[in-house]
């Protein structure tokens, strides 16, 4: 049944499992784990094993582009010729009269790195603007602040392969157990072979992943940074730190010293809601442990102080000098296949290629000089919540949104509808017409999805990955390199002639050359036919880099690793009152990802978690008068949902829950969590605050 075999990488999360495709004469695709990647080893999860339904099933796909000349019309169908034509003389002339700045690009942690590459060459080089953002913003702009400020550059130290040869882990703000499933089976294997290893779990749910822990810390929502500083008190009044690598390989740690001897465990366990006991558990078990890993996703770094909390968490990796070693080091979960790919070609308002520093002068020559172009913008871009709320204002006129659905996954998304709204053009290129941000589109480009195309995708942990084109997109969509390079030249930029991806890469490699991430001595032809590699890739016969900072020599211009002294410990979000007394977590189920755009037509994975619901503690149903199953309104200070309650004891008193998935699925937008988050940022990161919204919860009263 089955004809020639592909190897390409699970589009989904972060963890990058390899995966075997098979097409039988009808080209339909199969797909199975692949036995022999690094990362999974054979296995798959339950959306890794159902992504031939994406690939086979293309009702939904967006299939030739369409166009309306003004908000009162339908959008028709039209040329790929007059689409890009429409789209660039409506570029030329917002640029003419309102300046580079008043245009922006939306694009994804799911896009290819060469897509990501190009979008930024084309803005950032050509345009004249730094608006170009992504929806890793949402999830991990936290995490590259936080490495940034203590290693010097965004580089995640370590591996998976550390996994089985550490003795403790703190996963924090995370549930890999649904999220990073195959990562999570990875641990659940290390400690079903080896029962001294010992795993912590911080999270104010009880999570699956919590369940499996030795000690699960059920934090009060934004206390982490206290939490942290706790344990870090802790380790230096027991003596579990390690003195010789704080002193030879660090800088900055009497003040840190200083910041976490001024709390108490006493007040620390008050704040956090944690007994001292556990507190003091926690410090106990990881300082005496060999090998120690911290694995953390967006419950750290979706705060108003998530890069406060990932300094907290990170110095903790710097007092036990537990980096660069086997089995140890800080470790950013990603949560989209290629969000590291984009923070490489400086995917952000605010980043170059290749780690180079927006706000230094001499790098933002060196891009220009590399493309060829009089200069790089000194001016940071919108970042995502900042650029809607340009759209809001009239900043921003026109918007280009490539493989993201903001109006289900931005916070407030009253205001991201306002925004779109207000445009004066925008475009969306995607695959599927169930993104609700296509409803907004003045211009819907049909993009090729996955398997549809080539290019390459970057782990959590550093690897680089070929993703070959296995089957054709359905009707005119096309890749997305191909519309912007298309688009590009519309524009009137050289610089946009490349006859295949492969080009794209080799300039982008090119780039890499000498930086601390090179990998210009990696081809196409290595990672078609050796495998995977992890950056850097140092030469020609050079297998890739597993773990970082061996030498204790780390990127910074001391070559230490810096402790960073958060700020302060307080939790800036908006509290909770009388009026809104409940703090609303928002976080992921199992079987879906993202918006639904993809595992919303997997039948099979709708089995699980059919519907969104609230999940409320007992005892604030019984203040609420609510029951199971009962329809309730959550109302916070920007929207309402109305979703079934689920009351459980799996969530903290005082704390509920939403799963952030869906959008107008089920006919309506009151499933939406979003409609209740706020738009407030870290100041650092500009991570939105998903994490803690104050909100009501009462029985829904048919009128
Ligand atoms: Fe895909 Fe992530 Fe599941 Fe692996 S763990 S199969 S990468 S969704």
Redesign the pocket.
């Known amino acids: 049944m089955q004809t020639k075999e592909l190897k390409t990488t699970?589009s989904?999360?972060g963890?990058?499992?390899g995966i075997i495709i098979k097409k039988d004469s009808q080209n339909k695709v199969y797909v199975e784990g692949d036995k022999d990647h690094p990362v999974?080893k054979g296995m798959?999860?339950s959306?890794?094993m159902n992504l031939h339904y994406v690939a086979n099933d293309t009702f939904d796909r967006i299939l030739y582009p369409e166009m309306r000349w003004s908000r009162s019309h339908l959008r028709e169908r039209v040329s790929w010729d007059d689409a890009l034509d429409r789209a660039a003389s409506v570029f030329k002339s917002i640029i003419k009269k309102y300046g580079p700045d008043s245009v922006g690009f939306y694009v994804s942690g799911q896009c290819l790195t060469e897509e990501y590459y190009i979008a930024n060459k084309l803005t950032k080089g050509f345009l004249g603007t730094n608006n170009i953002d992504t929806n890793s913003r949402l999830c991990m702009s936290s995490a590259v602040v936080g490495y940034k400020k203590t290693f010097g550059e965004d580089s995640v130290p370590g591996s998976y392969a550390d996994i089985e040869l550490a003795d403790c882990f703190l996963i924090t703000g995370a549930n890999p157990a649904w999220c990073?499933?195959?990562?999570f089976r990875r641990i659940e294997k290390h400690k079903e072979e080896n029962p001294d290893v010992k795993i912590i779990v911080v999270d104010p749910r009880k999570t699956d992943s919590a369940n499996f822990a030795d000690l699960h810390l059920q934090i009060i929502p934004g206390t982490d940074v206290v939490l942290y500083n706790a344990i870090g008190r802790r380790l230096l009044e027991r003596g579990l730190t390690d003195y010789n690598f704080i002193k030879n390989h660090t800088e900055n740690f009497e003040s840190y010293k200083q910041q976490v001897l001024a709390t108490s465990l006493k007040k620390a366990s008050k704040i956090c809601g944690v007994s001292e006991d556990d507190i003091k558990l926690a410090a106990e078990i990881i300082g005496k442990s060999n090998a120690f890993i911290s694995m953390w996703a967006m419950g750290l770094n979706q705060s108003v102080v998530g890069v406060d909390k990932n300094f907290s968490l990170l110095n903790l990796s710097l007092i036990t000098g537990q980096i660069g070693k086997p089995g140890a080091g800080p470790f950013s979960l990603t949560g989209q296949p290629n969000a590291m790919g984009g923070r490489e070609v400086g995917g952000m308002a605010n980043l170059l290629a290749v780690h180079k520093d927006l706000f230094n002068e001499t790098h933002r020559k060196e891009v220009a000089d590399f493309w060829g172009v009089k200069e790089i913008s000194s001016k940071p871009g919108y970042t995502a919540t900042e650029m809607f709320e340009a759209l809001e204002k009239g900043k921003l006129k026109a918007v280009w949104i490539i493989c993201t659905n903001p109006m289900v996954s931005l916070p407030n998304s009253g205001r991201v509808e306002k925004a779109l709204q207000n445009a004066k053009f925008v475009v969306v290129q995607d695959i599927s017409h169930k993104s609700d941000t296509a409803e907004y589109a003045d211009l819907l480009l049909p993009a090729a999805g996955w398997l549809e195309k080539e290019g390459t995708m970057t782990n959590s942990e550093r690897r680089i990955a070929y993703l070959p084109q296995g089957i054709n997109p359905p009707g005119e969509a096309k890749a997305d390199v191909e519309i912007l390079c298309d688009f590009a030249r519309k524009m009137g930029f050289n610089g946009f002639n490349y006859r295949n991806t492969e080009e794209i890469y080799k300039e982008y490699c090119l780039m890499t050359k000498g930086t601390n991430i090179d990998i210009s001595y990696l081809s196409y032809d290595r990672l078609k036919n050796e495998g995977t590699f992890q950056w850097p890739v140092s030469d020609y016969r050079h297998t890739g880099t597993a773990r970082l900072f061996e030498d204790k020599k780390f990127y910074t211009p001391s070559q230490k690793a810096i402790f960073n002294v958060p700020y302060g410990i307080e939790n800036a979000s908006v509290k909770p009152n009388s009026e809104y007394p409940l703090i609303l977590t928002t976080g992921r189920i199992r079987d879906q990802w993202h918006t639904m755009t993809k595992t919303g037509k997997v039948a099979r994975l709708q089995t699980h978690y059919p519907n969104p619901v609230l999940e409320i503690n007992p005892v604030d149903a019984y203040i609420s008068k609510v029951r199971e199953g009962d329809v309730v309104e959550v109302k916070s200070r920007n929207g309402l949902v109305r979703v079934r309650a689920k009351v459980t004891g799996n969530v903290r008193e005082g704390v509920v829950f939403l799963p952030m998935h869906w959008g107008k699925q089920l006919e309506s937008d009151l499933n939406r969590s979003n409609n209740l988050t706020n738009i407030i940022v870290d100041p650092q990161s500009k991570e939105p605050d998903y994490k803690f919204t104050a909100v009501s919860v009462n029985k829904y009263k048919k009128k």
């Not at 990073?180 to 990562?183: D, G, Y």
């Open positions: 699970c989904y999360c963890v990058g499992c999974n798959l999860c959306k890794g990073h499933p195959i990562l």
